[in-house]
């Protein structure tokens, strides 16, 4: 089982980034996909959720409205497109997955049967 995520670099505000999730070795299409965010010397924070048909989202505060999720289960591949970034958008986010019908708070962390390793994301003033 492996979760991947990439597409994370260096973005000037302003500026808008895509990431990847790339899972292997089960089944994407039955699972609900998470994307967190650390930033150093701070928790892990939820950043949005997708549903495993794509039909139910959850959003974060801190991104609402700048923020685009989707996903693509013939390809086991998820997506996150962050526009208008911040530099306290900067971070390294995280994708997970959980199965969708054992789903009950998206942003809890523990739900969460596979996590990926992160992709740094750092966005300049």
């Known amino acids: 089982v492996q979760l991947q995520a990439s597409g994370g670099g260096l973005v000037p505000a302003g500026g808008s980034l895509r990431l990847s999730c790339a899972a292997t070795?089960?089944?994407?299409?039955?699972?609900?996909i998470g994307w967190f965010r650390q930033v150093p010397g701070k928790e892990r924070e939820g950043v949005l959720c997708?549903?495993?048909?794509?039909?139910?989202?959850y959003y974060g505060e801190s991104v609402k409205g700048r923020i685009t999720i989707s996903r693509d289960n013939a390809k086991n591949t998820g997506y996150l497109q962050i526009h208008s970034l911040k530099p306290e958008d900067t971070a390294v986010y995280y994708c997970?997955?959980?199965?969708?019908?054992?789903?009950?708070?998206?942003?809890?962390?523990?739900?969460?049967?596979?996590w990926g390793k992160g992709t740094l994301v750092t966005v300049s003033s």
């Open positions: 070795g089960f089944t994407f299409g039955d699972y609900a």
């Open positions: 997708i549903s495993k048909s794509s039909d139910i989202t």
């Open positions: 997970a997955a959980v199965l969708d019908e054992e789903l009950n708070t998206w942003s809890h962390q523990s739900e969460y049967d596979y």
